[in-house]
């Protein structure tokens, strides 16, 4: 006989909290778009393509005729980028209603594929003139499906790969400003997630090619496609 206080395990199962808690979910894949950002600017023309605000920039320096900047490369990276976040919009509107567990492996799973096939190129024609706007074209368009997919979960301070907003919340919330960072620790891992895989990423383009940080990229995605849950 049970008790007020009992429940059954029919009761306190929970099939969205199976897995990885998306706040870690979400700081392993700023990781990501740091290795993904050091692939395409130090290694596809100064271009972004998981940074937009950076290459909203990148494209007005390429289009005063800056050194070293391209319009059709920012261009394709732009457009693939919103393409994607047209798919992921698309996708949110479908499954995003229901589980948000099987929602957001689905949206890794294809990321992961998408980073896949872009290191595949890499290693396959590592010189071909149009490995660099397959590369700009794939890493793009995963990008735009994952931020689409990060923005409907609404997880605080951890966009994946803009850090304005997250910097100046840590300065103006900090002890000296108005004292209000309750989510500081959150908000500093985001930073620190994103420098450490632009590091990763810059070290690995200058000694190993391009190949190696996207295949590395595309292997986190695939994980947290299995292992993220749908609880923050």
Known sequence: MSTAGDTSPEETYDPEARGLRLVAVLLILT?????????????LGRVFTANMTGNVVVL?????????????????SLACFLLGAVTGGRLAARVGKGSRRTWTRLTLAAEALLI???????????????????????T????????AT??????ADLTTTVLTMTLTGLASESRIG?????????????????????????????????????????AASGALALLASGRE
Do not use: E
Request: net charge positive.
């Open 116 to 138: 896949a096939l872009s290191a595949a190129v890499a290693f396959a024609w590592p010189h071909a003139t149009a490995t660099v706007y397959a590369l700009i074209a794939l």
């Open 60 to 76: 007005g320096f390429a289009a005063a005729g800056a050194p070293g900047f391209s319009v059709p490369h920012t261009a394709t």
């Open 150 to 155: 990060v923005r409907k979960l609404g997880v």
């Open 178 to 218: 108005d004292a209000t960072g309750h989510r500081s620790p959150r908000r500093t891992a985001s930073v620190l997630a994103m420098l450490a895989g632009a590091f990763l990423g810059a070290w690995l383009v200058f000694h190993h090619g391009l190949g190696i940080p996207l295949l590395i990229a595309a």
């Open 31 to 43: 990781v990501v778009s740091g290795l993904i950002d050091a692939v395409s600017y130090l290694g």
């Open 140 to 147: 793009g368009y995963a990008m735009g499906l994952r931020n």
